[in-house]
């Protein structure tokens, strides 16, 4: 992963959540958010009409691995407060992707013009706030290391479904050493609220992964031959279930343009 | 507490979750379910109409720690599968409480009659889980060896609130020496899904508790003076918020009469 301060010398690893959000309101920044305001939680953010919000609320009440939520907005509100103090929905987020009926219409960095009054925000956890600990532990995280995007895979897992809501386990994939892998397995599972603990290490064919060479989304990694691959459920989940439920209207971030909030990551670890 | 063996021959702690529901269910057992299957979980219930269920299940996600949801039917089903394969939710709780406009109105022991096909059910976690395991680890529990009802107390902490549900966040007590003390808040930790790590520890000044031997709920048991006072959020919290929302309908428990489900306490441990 290049340095954040490369690529815009106004934001960097250790700004505040909100100078980043207010550089993004401006415009003034269009890329991806890892790497920026490194100690603060940063979320996958998905918009639906009231009438689809239920069942997509008991969907991720059913499955808080794959779709962690951290906050569900009222309906029509464009703040969450819970999350900070000033957020505006609607500008927040570096890059959004606008769907009608499960069809992508159009990747725009605002949203003001779409808003409706219906629309309710859920707000779910993302592995940055995980993959934060780890690096903090002194473990490498390949994908970081290679300056890839984490490799992710459609799984014969199936989430417990919820109304139209439902389909396979999206996972994220990290290979580790055995020592390193053990403890890694520690520190994600004092993380519950931002996926968790592992759904999977090791053989991926048991979870109907055929190559890892392959991710359906998401850049391949190496993994050496005295590595365990070690999997996580993934924020993806969600998308790709909403793909197949195919909402009238939903607003999503685009994948690696998160909303950076003023939480910091170490809150959400429970021991 | 004494032994369940004495009330009932037929029940007693080491009895499987589907023995004990089948027994409450023919209508054998019309007692408290404290005790019984004590090593599976067993869960408040809250059963809503649809169109009030969104709002309170925004309220439980809000307010996870008082309100730990553990699953959520779908609208006018009586199974709720995830935690148990038999369970019928319309038979399998000893005693319920039917309220309409936020006026309680009777008490049953059999809901089969008042079904509605847009009832939601909520299944919220209780403080019997992280009880078994402080048990496990040697940790004396005064309300238990006081044969008491836990003591519970409304505080000043506010609940972060959605739709027509808030309010106060209502604490249960447990006393203990601070070696006990800390090592409760280690092994609570481990349950973030069942009311989680103490909300506070001390003075019970502090959240607007003016007397310890007057709960507003349950029983006073002993403090010592070598003791602290430990809080944990409550599952009364959701109940206290239900009566002053006032829902059109509403079938809840009896309190201390449990749904006793299949799932394990121990599965509930984050690590």
Not at 46 to 69: G, I, S, T
Request: aromatic share 8%.
């Amino acid at each position: 992963m290049s340095p954040v301060s490369s690529q815009h010398p106004a934001l960097q690893a250790h700004s505040s959540a909100a100078d980043c959000r207010h550089l993004i309101r401006s415009g003034s920044w269009n890329r991806p958010t890892a790497g920026l305001a490194a100690r603060y939680v940063q979320v996958n953010l998905v918009m639906l009409p009231d009438a689809e919000a239920a069942d997509f609320l008991r969907f991720a009440q059913r499955n808080p691995k794959p779709c962690p939520l951290l906050a569900v907005s009222e309906p029509g509100e464009f703040t969450l407060p819970s999350m900070g103090a000033d957020i505006d929905l609607r500008r927040d987020v570096p890059r959004y992707r606008v769907f009608e009926h499960g069809q992508y219409k159009a990747e725009v960095d605002d949203i003001t013009a779409l808003w409706r009054d219906d629309l309710v925000t859920f707000a779910i956890g993302c592995s940055f706030t995980f993959e934060h600990t780890l690096l903090d532990n002194g473990i490498a995280i390949r994908h970081i290391d290679e300056g890839r995007n984490v490799p992710m895979y459609r799984t014969n897992i199936q989430t417990q479904p919820a109304g139209k809501f439902g389909g396979d386990m999206v996972v994220t994939m990290r290979p580790f050493k055995a020592a390193d892998a053990i403890r890694a397995v520690q520190i994600t599972s004092r993380f519950p609220g931002v996926h968790g603990a592992p759904v999977h290490i090791g053989d991926p064919a048991l979870i109907g992964i055929a190559d890892l060479a392959h991710p359906d989304f998401g850049d391949a990694v190496t993994v050496a031959a005295d590595e365990l691959p070690v999997f996580w459920a993934c924020g993806a989940t969600p998308q790709v279930s909403l793909l197949q439920a195919k909402p009238s209207f939903c607003i999503t971030h685009a994948p690696g343009y998160m909303l950076i909030t003023d939480q910091l990551n170490v809150d959400y670890a429970v021991l």
